[in-house]
């Protein structure tokens, strides 16, 4: 179960940061206008397996460049920001346009450039200093989206309105909170 540790604990943390997210809401968004879920799901695995990739290379390269000392309060200071952020709950633009092209390159894009500085991509470059190896950071923040993601692509609306958001940030920010004091207690890596 240890050789899984990344990949769980990254799961786990970006399915619940996810909850409520603006690309969730983007998600739900995709889904009305195209009503095609597959190009969809496949859009949105394509955009987050690039971006997550370029995020946790970042977040690796981050133990380099730093010292451990300022790397182990720098992690703990953004993971505790990133608790406090996901307590603020995202909303859409209305009158945000979506590429007119088909459904599979408009959600890559629309995702990809929605999750550029989102909390997810935060938490994924966070992760990544902290946990190896990294294809299970990559995988798990990857599945971690899926999860959020996916059941809103194929249950619409209905879904949707019935998630308990309030609760969901609220756990989400926890968690946070927990991976902050983790690092500032135990140290990264």
Do not use: C
């Not at 009503?35 to 397996?49: D, F």
């Not at 451990?68 to 992690?75: A, E, I, S, T, Y």
């Not at 990857?142 to 959020?148: F, N, R």
């Not at 996916?150 to 909170?177: E, I, Q």
């Amino acid at each position: 179960m240890q050789s899984l540790h990344a990949l769980l604990v990254s799961t786990g943390t970006v399915t619940l940061a996810e909850i409520g997210d603006k690309t969730q809401l983007l998600a739900l968004l995709l889904a009305a206008r195209y009503r095609k879920p597959w190009p969809i799901a496949w859009g949105i695995l394509a955009a987050t397996v690039v971006n997550h990739a370029i995020s946790a290379w970042l977040g690796a390269e981050l133990t380099q460049w730093l010292s451990p000392d300022v790397l182990r309060w720098l992690v703990a200071a953004s993971f505790l920001a990133v608790a406090l952020w996901t307590l603020k709950p995202d909303t859409l633009d209305e009158n945000e346009k979506l590429p007119a092209h088909g459904a599979f390159i408009a959600t890559t894009l629309a995702f990809f450039l929605a999750e550029i500085g989102d909390k997810t991509q935060v938490a994924t470059v966070l992760l990544a200093t902290k946990y190896t190896p990294l294809w299970q950071v990559i995988a798990g923040t990857t599945i971690g989206m899926l999860l959020a993601n996916l059941p809103v692509v194929w249950l619409g609306h209905r879904f949707a309105d019935r998630l308990p958001l309030k609760l969901a940030r609220t756990l989400a920010a926890v968690v946070f909170f927990g991976l902050a004091l983790w690092v500032a207690w135990r140290g990264v890596g």
